[in-house]
Each structure stands twice: as structure tokens, then as C-alpha cells.
């Protein structure tokens, strides 16, 4: 009888350690999946194409393991107000979301097939139609294009751009996070990146979504391609010349 219930006990204890192990795995499994960052920097920096999700869908859209290739519809584009007094938010974006406070984000873009005035594709982080930041090459003729870059707070846009030859046809871009400062930078060889924009946002303190986008601002279409893309450790060091002020 004693036997019996050291038995039953023994199984009673043994399905408890199961329940328990079986807890501590599903929330494990939980951890890793809530966070698109976290995950895809445990994965080498590879992220899941099928992990992203589109604010809005374009108007076509290929997808393989490792590239996207997205055809724009015409009159899509993200801007609100500031000198030209119109809102333009629609624009298609596909994104992931993370509240790691530090990591960077590089992708490759190839703009080959476009060709009228304002086609345009690159990064984005895009919190709502008043929030966002984007980095890109927009076409203007067949002498030159504008490399700049787009900070939008509270619905008002700025733009800053640097004029570069017409016949510049791929970009790289990173994208960088520290707290809620923000980097965007720029390569011609992904691997060389230069600064093409420092800045903070207060709707960006928490958690942020980010991505890709492309779009066509006036009568046009054209396929933007979207390659290599990685999440990897912040590229975007800490400053080491003058200090913080004291609060």
C-alpha cells in the first residue's frame, strides 16, 4: 500500500515537473516570437520575409526567400502638409515591429526600372499618418535624382536632399536605433555608409515598426527591388566627444 502511494506520488510529482518544463518552454517560445528584432538577430541577422506586415499593399507585390519586389500603383506617396500644403499617406509599406531600444537595419534597393518625376523607394518607420521617417532616392529626369531623406513629426514633413547623376540605379540604406534617437545612412557598396540623417522623435520612444516602401507620386508605376535585407547589432555607435549636460 505504502508502495502504491510512493507511486502515485512519484507520477503526481513527475506531471507537475512536466506541466511546469512545458510552461517554461511555451513562454521561451512566446519571448522568442514577440519580437521581430530580437528574433531575427538570434537567427545572424536573417529576417523572415513572412514576419513583416503591410500597412498597405501595393499594387503588385512578388516575394521570395530573400528578395521583394514591389510594382507601385500611381498617386501613392507619403507626405503631410509642410510647403506644398497637401497630405499624401498611401503609400504601401511593409513592416516589422520591435521595442529593442538598439539595433540597426540594412537593406538593398534597386530603382533600375524607375523613370518618372518623384518615383521613389528606400526605409521607412512608419507609426501613423503624423509619425514617420523615410530614406530614399526619388527620380527627377534623366540628368539627376534627389538621395534625401523625410522626418515627419506631429503632421508636419521636412526634406532634405543632395542631388545625385541619373545613372545610380542601386542604394543601400541603414537604418539605425539608439533609445529613441533614430540614423539613417547610405552606401553605394553596402558595406562603406555614410550619414545622411540624425534625429529624434517622440512617438518613437517605445515600441516602433519599420521597414520598406515605395511609391509613385504622380501618373507613373515602376518594380522596386528590395534585397539582402538584415538586422544586426546598433552600427550607429555611442558619441565619444562632448559629453551630455548635466541635469
Known amino acids: 500500500m505504502n508502495n502504491l502511494k510512493t507511486m502515485n506520488h512519484l507520477a503526481l510529482l513527475c506531471l507537475i515537473m512536466t506541466c511546469m518544463a512545458c510552461g517554461e518552454k511555451k513562454n521561451e517560445t512566446t519571448m522568442m ?12 541577422g536573417h529576417i523572415r520575409i513572412d514576419s513583416m506586415e503591410w500597412t498597405r499593399t501595393p499594387g503588385g507585390v512578388e516575394i521570395t526567400d530573400d528578395t521583394i519586389r514591389i510594382t507601385t500603383a500611381p498617386k501613392t506617396d507619403l ?4 510647403y506644398y500644403h497637401f497630405q ?3 503609400a504601401p509599406v511593409l513592416q516589422m515591429k520591435t521595442r529593442k531600444k538598439f539595433f540597426s537595419f540594412v537593406v538593398k534597393t534597386d530603382f533600375t526600372d524607375s523613370h518618372h518625376r518623384f518615383d521613389q523607394c528606400g526605409i521607412v518607420m512608419y507609426l501613423d499618418s503624423e509619425n514617420w521617417l523615410k530614406g530614399s532616392v526619388e527620380y527627377e529626369n534623366n540628368e539627376f535624382q534627389h538621395l534625401g531623406s523625410v522626418v515627419t513629426n506631429d503632421g508636419y514633413s521636412d526634406w532634405a536632399t543632395t542631388a545625385i547623376p541619373a545613372d545610380v540605379k542601386t542604394m ?22 555614410s550619414q545622411m540623417r540624425i534625429c529624434h522623435m517622440q512617438a518613437a520612444a517605445d515600441e516602433i ?3 520598406i516602401y515605395a511609391c509613385s507620386p504622380e501618373e507613373s508605376s515602376f518594380t522596386a527591388v528590395f534585397s539582402d535585407m538584415r538586422i544586426t547589432e546598433c552600427a550607429w555607435k555611442a558619441h565619444d566627444g562632448q559629453q551630455p549636460d548635466k541635469k
Open 33 to 44: 516570437f514577440t519580437d521581430d528584432v530580437e528574433m531575427a538577430l538570434a537567427d545572424s
Open 79 to 82: 507626405w503631410q502638409r509642410t
Open 88 to 90: 499624401n499617406d498611401n
Open 172 to 193: 543601400w540604406y541603414r537604418f539605425s536605433r539608439r533609445e529613441d534617437d533614430y540614423c539613417i545612412e547610405c552606401s553605394n557598396d553596402g558595406v562603406t555608409f
Open 209 to 211: 515598426t519599420f521597414g
